[in-house]
């Protein structure tokens, strides 16, 4: 199984808006949770996880056609 695959932000599941905040707001949230809580490695890991997907739900986004 690819990255490509795990990480398939242009599923068709994404169209919605409120999916995509969310998505990306769980894991920035995450992320700040993990500096509080005083694990840097988790916090750099989901921060990172939530800007990329920020970046590829908002900017990037290009949903396929549902099969």
């Given at each position: ?13 994404f169209r ?15 992320g700040v949770f993990e ?33």
């Amino acid at each position: 199984m690819s990255l490509n695959r795990i990480f398939d932000f242009d599923n068709p599941w994404f169209r919605p808006l409120w999916r995509r905040i969310l998505v990306t707001v769980v894991a920035l949230g995450w992320g700040v949770f993990e500096i509080f809580a005083g694990d840097p490695l988790f916090a750099i890991l989901f921060l990172a996880l939530g800007g990329y997907a920020a970046y590829r739900l908002f900017v990037t986004f290009n949903p396929r056609e549902n099969p």
